[in-house]
């Protein structure tokens, strides 16, 4: 039986010909019904989501005590005047809304009366929100940021709530967001990342001193680990809302009532979704990912993600390893009959260690173990390096051995 050589060339060759196969089968856009069944099933799933879905990670989360959430339902401008001017009484340390209010509203002016006057009232600690537009694929930035009207800004600051998701699929998980996006030049922060400048600078300081222009979301959790005030709890005029003092009060539309669950416009799927594989009904809606946006920076609690190059660096080493194990077994006619088996079998324990580690290191050390190349060649390392032996290495031996004679 033949030893095992840790500094193999048909093991190195193997391996370069499986990372061959893998660009050509990228640059090739080949459609393998296969691959394509098994995309749709997984669409949009991440291994790290396991760590929210069946671990239970984020129940753990201590409860935020310095985020309010207030839906603003279907109310109009003077409806969410009312609500601004009722919550600032109990003096919140800052304010933001998320929702853009672009332009005029010419049938209800005394709508916008209303609402100008009350922001102008809070003034600098309320943050409006932006929407940019007007991608330009030359200069990598967008062209246009839309601001709210005019007297809404009089005094007020603004944010962006740019998702990042570039895609029109309804099936896209929210996982991460810009931190700020440029244009003309000009960074426009995110709506969360203002309103934890104002509330906490040396937090936020520290968190863009990351100098990433785009952060994976830790998040806390849903509607659960939030104070919330419901559209019927501010027209109560007996309640009082001394629990907003010195906090930070994010507005925005959460239904009907924050308790409903449907599809909407604005509600999105987040790794939290209950259904870690297809989908069902979004779960959270987009002021609840700015809250825990919120709260991530607050808490410090980042997360880091493994760089490209290591992601390739431990594909290779792993593929090599493999390479010299399968190889040793084809050479030995023993083993060689088992060969299914025997690499199968390693495939799946390491495929196994690999999910088990990801979610391991996402939970414990909040960082993003980039594994997705490192799965694929573990699936296909077996069948390659069988092909690779069994036809390329005997091909090019025998015509080696034909050129000599």
């Known amino acids: 039986m033949t030893k095992i050589r840790l500094l193999n060339k048909e093991a190195f060759l193997g391996t370069v010909f499986i990372f061959i196969f893998l660009w050509l089968l990228q640059a090739s856009n080949l459609q393998v019904e296969v691959v394509n069944v098994f995309e749709q099933v997984f669409d949009n799933f991440e291994l790290t989501d ?76 309320f943050v409006m929100a932006t929407m940019p537009d007007e991608w330009n694929v030359e200069n990598n930035q967008f062209d246009t940021l839309h601001l709210p009207y005019a007297p809404f800004t009089a005094k007020t600051d603004h944010g962006h709530v740019y998702t990042g998701i570039l895609t029109d699929e309804d099936f896209t998980t929210w996982r991460d967001f810009p931190t700020y996006v440029e244009i003309n030049g000009k960074k426009e922060y995110a709506l969360s990342v203002r309103l934890a400048q104002k509330f906490a600078p040396e937090k936020a300081e520290k968190f863009l001193a990351r100098e990433n222009q785009t952060e994976t979301i830790f998040f806390k959790g849903n509607l659960n680990q939030y104070i919330k005030l419901d559209i019927e709890d501010l027209n109560n005029p007996e309640k009082t809302f001394d629990i907003v003092k010195d906090k930070i009060v994010l507005m925005g539309y959460m239904g009907d009532g924050y308790t409903d669950r449907h599809w909407d416009a604005d509600k999105f799927f987040t790794p939290l979704n209950i259904n870690t594989v297809g989908r069902g009904y979004p779960d959270m809606y987009g002021v609840v990912v700015h809250a825990n946006i919120i709260s991530m920076i607050l808490e410090e609690n980042y997360v880091d993600e493994m760089s490209d190059s290591l992601s390739y660096f431990l594909a290779f080493l792993v593929c090599y390893l493999n390479a010299i194990i399968f190889i040793w077994i084809v050479e030995n006619r023993n083993l060689a009959i088992w060969y299914n088996a025997i690499t199968k079998s390693i495939q799946l324990i390491e495929a196994v260690v690999v999910m088990a580690l990801t979610v391991y290191l996402f939970g414990n050390f909040n960082y993003t173990a980039n594994f997705t190349l490192l799965f694929i060649v573990i699936l296909l390392s077996g069948d390659l390096i069988e092909i690779f032996s069994e036809i390329i290495l005997r091909v090019a031996y025998k015509a080696k051995d034909k050129w000599k004679k």
């Open 50 to 125: 396991v760590y929210y879905t069946k671990t239970k990670g984020h129940e753990n989360a201590k409860f935020e005590q310095n985020v309010v959430l207030v839906n603003i339902g279907n109310l109009d401008r003077a409806g969410i005047a009312k609500q601004i001017l009722r919550l600032s009484e109990y003096k919140p340390k800052v304010m933001g809304i998320d929702a853009t209010f672009v332009g005029p509203r010419p049938k209800n002016p005394a709508g916008d009366f209303m609402l100008a006057q009350a922001l102008n009232k809070v003034g600098n600690s």
